[in-house]
Every structure is written in structure tokens, then in C-alpha cells.
């Protein structure tokens, strides 16, 4: 087998394999450098609770459109993460829990209503659409729909990058110059949330996350500067979309979780090979020894 029908036959021939090609591509595009924002921010696991918050009100959208229709799940899944975004604030503001408690809390409950509400009403087929994903029955409406959650996010991103990252190091300092951190706070949350209701339509939402933080984890080995961090996780999460299409092509995988996989691999491999890495770690400099 050539090179060429290995890799590039499948998306000359396929349509469906060029659509999932670009929706992950574009996804992996804005998530990566959201993933860097939110390890940054110690919110990691804040992140795969608001993963989970998006299934009760897409779920809810499903049932109001009676089908697994893209623009009503999408829109249910932004209301609901926003609420579960503001509940949690609101509950760490007055209450003696952190916020990562009350982002615990609430994503349980929802991910519990969320499968409620699908099997109640769907097949298990759908449900296994919801939790999991179906990149490659991907349409162009949902392509628009990422390629323009992908704009918006790095649009934004530029935007605010000054602001966002004195709140990420220092929110003291932006409180005390009256910067508006809460503001910019509770944009990078709308952020977080549209592009895992992006990651829900392809991978589902017990993947989605899984694009933002493990190419996120890799660019923290390689990369000095939040810029080249940001970069190197867009193009980990992109690389690892190709790939793991590739691999479920030829070895008849899934396609959400092969992609998942394949970019957990490639964070094992930076935990032995990168400068910040085990193996570096433990050789000895020369110019260090005694």
C-alpha cells in the first residue's frame, strides 16, 4: 500500500472524511488555545464539568426539535452551560464552597438530566450520538457552525489577550486598577462553552474536552511563552484530528475516540521527549555535575 492511498486516498475519495477532516481541523484550531487559557487558570476539571453541563439542554433541544437537529441542540447547549457558568459563581460567592464544588455538583446533575432526558425519548442509538459524537456524518451546516465558534474564539482571544492573561497571573492587579475581571472571566467562560458545544456536535460530550486539554498538557511541555503554547496546542489538536481519522478509516475504529487517543499518545510521548519532560528531567548536565 503507497503512501498516497494510505493518507491522502480516503479525503480525495470520501466527502464524508473531508468534512470530518475540516470540522476537526477548525475545532482543534480554537480549542487548543482556550485548553492553554484554562490549564493556565488551574480550571482543567472545571472545563469537563462544563463538558457534561451542555447535555441537559441539548438533550432539551432534541426533544423541541424532535430529531438530532444542529441549531436547536446547539443553542440548548450554550443556555444550559452559560446557566450551570453562572449558578456555580453564584453559589462560591455565597456559600463557603470553591468554585470547582459547585461546578462538581452541578455537572452531575446535568449530566444526569441529560441522559434522562434522552433515553427517555430517544433511542439508544441517539444517545450514543449525544455522549459520543458522529464526526463523520457531519454536515456543511455544522462545519459553518464550528469554523464560525473557531473565528469568534480567536477573534476574541486577541482582543482580550492583554487583559486575559493579567487575570489568569495576576487578578489582584487587575482589580486594582479597576480592569473588570469579572467581565473578561465571564467571556472566557462563553468561550469555554460555545467551543464544547462545537466539540459536542463532532465528538460528543464525553469527548469534546479531551480536544482542548491533553493538546493543551502537550504544549506545556514544548512551549516558553503563552503564545508559542497557544500555537502549539492548535496544532496538536488539528494533527491529532487527521490522524485519528486516518486510523479509524483503515482500522475500523470509532472516529471521536480514536481521535482522543491519538492526541493521548502524543501527550505520553511529550512526557518522556519534551524539555519539560521525564527524560530531560533525569539526565544530568554536564556543566552541573559537581
Known sequence: MSLYSSVALPFLEYGFMRRALLASISLGLGAGPVGVILMLRRMSLVGDAMSHAVLPGAAIGFLVSGGLSLFAMGVGGIIAGLSVALLSGMVSRGTVLKEDASFASF?????????????????NIDLLHVLFGTILSIDHDAIFMVGAITSFTLITLALIYRPLVAECFDPSFLRSVRGRGALYHLLFLFLLVINLVAGFQTLGTLMSVGMMMLPAAVAQ?????????????????????????????????????????????????SLVCAPSGILRRRLKRPHLVG
Open 107 to 123: 455537572y452531575l446533575a446535568s449530566l444526569a438530566l441529560g441522559v434522562l432526558i434522552v433515553s427517555l425519548r430517544g433511542s
Open 221 to 269: 511541555l514544548w512551549g516558553r511563552t503563552l503564545l508559542a503554547m497557544a500555537i502549539i496546542a492548535a496544532c496538536v489538536a488539528a494533527f491529532s484530528g487527521f490522524l485519528g481519522l486516518l486510523f479509524s478509516y483503515h482500522l475500523h475504529f470509532a472516529s471521536g475516540p480514536t481521535i482522543i487517543l491519538v492526541a493521548t499518545v502524543i501527550y505520553l510521548l
